[in-house]
């Protein structure tokens, strides 16, 4: 096992890797941007290196003095948590290249999933179902009417060279065809140049759904169950929760089996989140990620395995010594983001902190390196804590959620716990009648 | 100063322990004293559990003083090699651009310039030492 | 320091605690004193979610005004029963011991009596409300 | 169910009660003494009413005022938490009086239990077993040699009409008896005017282990399993686990149904704890609290149960709707009751707290009603704050216990929190080696 591991992040996540590393036995280097000195990670780490002005670019994102510091202080691995470096396959290269070990996936795996193009491919050559679509440039109308017979309507005709919306068009039935493929094809040739557009299923009312799983390099892999994520706002997860309201045991063991089956068969190993869209009963393969995820401590909380220490086993070579059987999930648990944002309008609110008092008791975990007094820079995103409560019911875990999210006291900046807290009285949301539109949706009327 | 007004200050002071009052004035056959005992206001600041000794940038007081500070993450040197004399010693003088030391990071070595003339007050930190982002390395007047 | 000036610093810190005053200038044949007390300023206070509205107890301006307060939890009433004159109205001379009102709790009655003579200025709560342990009743002059 | 609970306590306890009422949708009372004003519960509760001066007895432990709140707000039920009423059978009875619901067990079931002598004799003609002694005086030397080997040596002499250590003797072997007998009985009769003794096995270094009921008015019982609460100082709880390291399942589970099986019989229905010495694979019966009990939280850690609500429930009349089949003891559980007392002297340290700042993490649990800038008043028991933590295994609770506890900031007042560093970092404690008598025992060595 690693004797020292540099922690190459910020905030509450690299708070989180320093508490699996100090629950291990293994110190922890922090390294910190010149506005981050006081954060809480820097202070409870075992050392700490300055690497940079406030800037990201010039300090999380700061490969060459992120080495330098790991090997000024001797670190063995390297954690990238989530966002800067995480699916960075340059960076985790350079680590393998100066004798440290990369916590996460092997460096082509990372650039394998992150070529978007690639990684459908793979996926739909190993089996996992992708939204279907012609591929190709549809020529004809004609062609066009066939696909959209053999896809079923709704579909959708985008513009090859697309972006933007332009040439988008969704078609709802076969007599729509002809004069919607006639003025995608035009649009995309007054926009682009190129007038070729292919098709695809249309998903109108998708949910987010993921599955977590851990492999080692052995060969063995299991999944951690799903989360779905659907509650999103300009395509940034706000709330997530697991189990999926939407799906019962049976499609959440043939998903899981999917998954797992998926990952061995590519070889993949470490912590990763595969990602579809669920609609009428269908999953489509979204993308890989190969790193640890914002959302991962519900799946903590209703399987009751650390996921961080398993990521850093899982790197330091050790094999995977849970059985899929071993997994049970007990219970429902629900995470908010709580962003330093005007509930509102959703301008980022950086500042100084005030009084901060965290809600406490049973099954209500804080994830955050915030304190009282400190400052939230304006230089990084504007999470400062994540809320995960979890119950026997997600009735149970709803009503925590409300009590826990009523106990938070933030004051100095303004956060979104005003928005988590008439979200959880929604009816849609109580019900779990969601897709990824409906908070977009929400947050519109409630202004309305 | 008088004996009587040392005695009278010190009546005052134990008075205000007493009593336990803030402040007192006094005024008398044209002798006027004013005894106070304010509590510092304890802004409460908020410490975090575990101190770790910091790199603590020397106070500048005078402001013809500056401080060269790293520009990188890396190991410093303070000559081009090891057989080699240093590239600048205290009582130097310096002129802009011209290198005080090197940092190495990543198998290359950086050169750390002066950023004007000068003269080298004083050298921070040992060749072969790790150096963070703006650890000052030399002070100049 | 004279023995009767020490006596005057000591009234006045008294004074000042009974009072709740931060300051007293004083002045007499020649002898000018000043004693203060400052509250530490404004400690933050943490302000904790849900705030419900509380029996705030009236501010008494002048040292004159006295409140009489429920020495226990339960309904207060102002007659002793529905149908007689309330015990006491606005603008009465009251004597020291004589009952201003009943505090029921338990089946009990128990009656609130005038802690001294005086005259009542008000009556902050209703005939039949629920009272809580020093609840404001009366203001005295 | 409940509409209204009105909580007849304060501090973490009345918080605790408030958290499970409000997430099982009940309003809730707090009452308050005139300087708790301020405290947390009160500021959460939907209702507050003081009830009295800052001394106990005239707010804490005053029946009428309690009863006069809830009748004034309406409540239709009252929680006595533990300490102040809560084993208090008269104040039940008032609560019943007045129409109202006492959240506990029948109030002659408190009598019954809270009357020691009465207590071991139903425990004894129940089936558990407890010390085992004379009972009766022992009149003669040959009687005291014959209660020798009966009952095995060590034994110990104790004046009938004993207290304080007076007319005491521990007898290692039967030659030391007669001069223990007769030494015990001058003494007795010197300090209390009556020779009478008895003999009893003794125990020299038991452990404290009690079991956790929930039972039914319908005679359903079911245990959630031990608490090992040996680390004591002054007969007061310091530091409690569970599982407890000197048992193995067979024993659990034997314990366990024998308590089951004496609950039933004795026909206790609500929450209760049966608590027991333990030395040499055996338990003697030392009482049962007929209350919710302070180290709660770390059976709730390892079996997922909130055991306030199901309190609640139980007291609403609801039948208790989980078999002991569907109890499951994961991983271990800690709990440090952090005081607010100088660690190397304990005494009290009450105060204004300045900075506050809570752990946080994955199967971390604070429960506290302290807050930045509040008053631990010097009227009440000392705890400010309880810290508990799970894992999958004892040492990783260990491991997450000692990382909580270097996070943990706590300023303005001194607390035991130093103590609990040391306490996880003995080689005994690590080992699960530890008695009743340990922690004092090193508390003095540290000292020294």
């Given at each position: 096992m690693f004797e020292k591991v540099l922690i190459a992040n910020r905030g509450e996540v690299a708070l989180?890797?320093?508490?699996?590393?100090?629950?291990?036995?293994?110190?922890?280097?922090?390294?910190?941007?010149?506005?981050?000195?006081?954060?809480?990670?820097v202070k409870l780490a075992d050392e700490a290196v300055c690497i940079g002005p406030a800037g990201a670019k010039e300090s999380y994102l700061n490969k060459a003095n992120i080495i330098s510091a790991?090997?000024?202080?001797?670190?063995?691995?390297?954690?990238?948590?989530?966002?800067?470096?995480?699916?960075?396959?340059?960076?985790?290269?350079?680590?393998?290249?100066?004798?440290?070990v990369w916590i996460g996936p092997k460096p082509e795996m990372i650039r394998k999933m992150g070529d978007k193009v690639e990684a459908r491919k793979l996926a739909k050559s190993f089996g996992l179902p992708v939204i279907p679509g012609s591929d190709e440039a549809v020529k004809t109308v004609l062609d066009a009417i066939q696909w959209g017979e053999a896809l079923g309507y709704p579909v959708i005709i985008k513009a090859a060279a697309g972006g933007g919306g332009k040439?988008?068009?969704?078609v709802n039935q076969a007599e729509e065809m002809e004069m919607a493929f006639t003025l995608a094809q035009n649009e995309a040739r007054s926009a682009f140049g190129n007038d070729d557009v292919y098709i695809e299923k249309y998903l109108a009312h998708p949910r987010h759904i993921e599955v977590q799983v851990l492999a080692d390099n052995y060969g063995h892999a299991i999944h951690l169950g799903e989360r779905d994520c659907s509650l999103q706002r300009n395509h940034q997860k706000i709330l997530e929760e697991t189990p999926s309201p939407a799906l019962n045991a049976e499609q959440r063991q043939s998903l899981g089996k999917m998954v797992v089956d998926f990952v061995q068969k590519v070889g993949y190993s470490n912590v990763g989140t595969v990602e579809f869209l669920y609609e009428n009963g269908q999953f489509y393969f979204m993308e890989?990620?190969?790193?640890?995820?914002?959302?991962?401590?519900?799946?903590?909380?209703?399987?009751?395995?650390?996921?961080?220490?398993?990521?850093?086993?899982?790197?330091a070579g050790q094999n995977l010594d849970i059985r899929q059987e071993d997994i049970q999930f007990n219970g429902a648990a629900i995470e908010c983001r709580i962003n330093a944002e005007n509930p509102d309008t959703f301008v980022p609110c950086p500042g100084k902190i005030g009084q901060w008092h965290v809600p406490g008791g049973l099954a209500v975990r804080v994830d955050s390196g915030m304190y009282a007094g400190c400052d939230v820079p304006s230089n990084y995103d504007s999470l400062v804590a994540k809320?995960?409560?979890?119950?026997?019911?997600?009735?149970?875990?709803?009503?925590?959620?409300?009590?826990?999210?009523?106990?938070?006291?933030?004051?100095?900046?303004?956060?979104?716990?005003?928005?988590?807290?008439?979200?959880?009285?929604?009816?849609?949301?109580?019900?779990?009648?969601?897709?990824?539109?409906?908070?977009e949706g929400f947050i519109n009327n409630r202004k309305g | 100063m008088d004996k009587q007004i040392e005695d009278i200050i010190k009546d005052l002071a134990?008075?205000?322990?007493?009593?336990?009052?803030?402040?007192?004035?006094?005024?008398?056959?044209?002798?006027?004293?004013?005894?106070?005992?304010?509590?510092?206001?304890?802004?409460?600041?908020?410490?975090?559990?575990v101190a770790k000794p910091k790199v603590e940038a020397p106070q500048v007081e005078e402001t013809q003083k500056s401080l060269v500070c790293s520009p990188i993450v890396g190991i410093v040197y303070m000559s081009p090699n090891p057989n080699a004399p240093t590239f600048v010693k205290v009582g130097d003088k310096v002129k802009a651009g011209q290198t005080l030391c090197m940092v190495e990071a990543m198998k290359t070595f950086n050169p750390v310039v002066a950023e004007k003339d000068g003269v080298i007050k004083s050298i921070l930190v040992e060749s072969g030492a790790p150096v963070e982002y703006q650890q000052p390395l030399f002070e100049m007047e």
């Open positions: 989180r890797i320093h508490r699996a590393c100090r629950e291990m036995g293994i110190k922890t280097v922090a390294v910190h941007s010149v506005v981050d000195v006081n954060a809480m990670h790991a090997l000024m202080t001797g670190a063995d691995a390297i954690h990238p948590g989530y966002g800067f470096l995480s699916e960075n396959a340059d960076f985790a290269d350079m680590v393998e290249a100066h004798g440290m040439g988008m068009r969704v890989m990620n190969t790193r640890l995820q914002v959302e991962h401590p519900i799946t903590e909380a209703i399987t009751g395995l650390d996921i961080v220490r398993e990521q850093i086993r899982l790197s809320l995960i409560v979890s119950g026997r019911t997600r009735n149970g875990a709803l009503m925590r959620l409300r009590r826990a999210l009523g106990e938070f006291v933030i004051e100095g900046i303004s956060t979104t716990i005003p928005l988590h807290q008439e979200i959880v009285q929604s009816p849609d949301f109580i019900d779990g009648q969601y897709d990824i539109h409906w908070l | 134990h008075l205000l322990q007493e009593t336990g009052l803030n402040e007192i004035d006094y005024e008398k056959d044209g002798v006027r004293l004013r005894v106070a005992n304010r509590v510092a206001e304890s802004v409460p600041t908020t410490v975090v559990p």
